[in-house]
């Protein structure tokens, strides 16, 4: 890892962006030592708040890290955790990183989900839907929450395996069950992204919610919180775009 840092130090420029977004950066980078590239996700906290935070391994860094290391342990799908480290000194204004395996070119869940129901490939849609309530599963099984959870955060590889991708929000509760708001937050978010794929077809929306339901029985105040959840994020659509999604909820 330190001879990566150096490299990278060194030649930064070169690196191929994949996401940047304020404060943090998603690179490909592969070294001079080695054939194979790793991805690189780097946030810049140069603050006193972003040190402190840091020293108590309670940065976003030192969050995705164990989240990772957890759900790899599950034999859930996600990249490969390699290792993490503070950057001193930083490189290009970033402080933290976190290394992780590439996965190689992949497509969105969301664009792939479309692709699957414009083919009409029903079987393939129901089985891709299933994994994505195994993962919710998974997450939960391991006592954690992740109010992220969802399509966007989802990616499949040329092969049709899909992985899911950062964990920033993810946090380990123990028992999940007590953390009502979140659990309804982190249902109401995979609820809503998925309606958002579908419409206006949003009666599949239904059928995978009340599917999600009847395997994860989540409380009926988690539940209550993620209509409130949807909603919100219903009318946000409609203010920004004009497109008035209505979706039916199976426990209502």
């Not at 191929?16 to 001079?32: L, M, S, T």
């Not at 929000?169 to 609820?191: E, H, K, N, Q, S």
Request: with cysteine; glycine share 6%.
């Amino acid at each position: 890892m330190r001879s990566c840092l150096d490299e990278l130090r060194a030649g930064f420029d070169n690196a191929e962006v994949i996401y940047r977004r304020k404060n943090r950066i998603v690179i490909r980078w592969r070294g001079k030592a080695s054939d194979e590239s790793l991805i690189i996700k780097l946030w810049s906290r140069p603050d006193l708040k972003g040190r402190l935070r840091g020293l108590l391994h309670i940065s976003s860094c030192h969050h995705e890290w164990r989240t990772l290391v957890r759900l790899s342990a599950v034999n859930m799908a996600v990249p490969h955790p390699l290792g993490y480290c503070r950057l001193t000194p930083s490189i290009a204004g970033y402080t933290e990183a976190l290394f992780i395996e590439d996965l190689g070119e992949c497509a969105s869940a969301t664009d792939y989900l479309k692709q699957l129901i414009h083919a009409g490939q029903e079987q393939q849609v129901l089985r891709f839907e299933n994994v994505m309530i195994e993962m919710t599963e998974q997450i939960l099984a391991a006592g954690m929450v992740d109010v992220d959870h969802g399509l966007v955060n989802i990616v499949v590889q040329t092969s049709g395996r899909p992985v899911r991708l950062d964990f920033e929000l993810a946090r380990l509760v123990i028992w999940p069950l007590l953390f009502t708001t979140m659990y309804g937050d982190m249902l109401g978010r995979l609820i809503v992204l998925h309606a958002f794929a579908v419409q206006p077809d949003t009666d599949r929306t239904t059928r995978f919610a009340e599917r999600l339901c009847e395997h994860l029985r989540p409380p009926r105040r988690s539940l209550a919180r993620a209509g409130i959840h949807i909603q919100k994020h219903l009318k946000e659509q409609l203010e920004n775009t004009g497109l008035d999604t209505r979706v039916t909820l199976p426990w209502d």
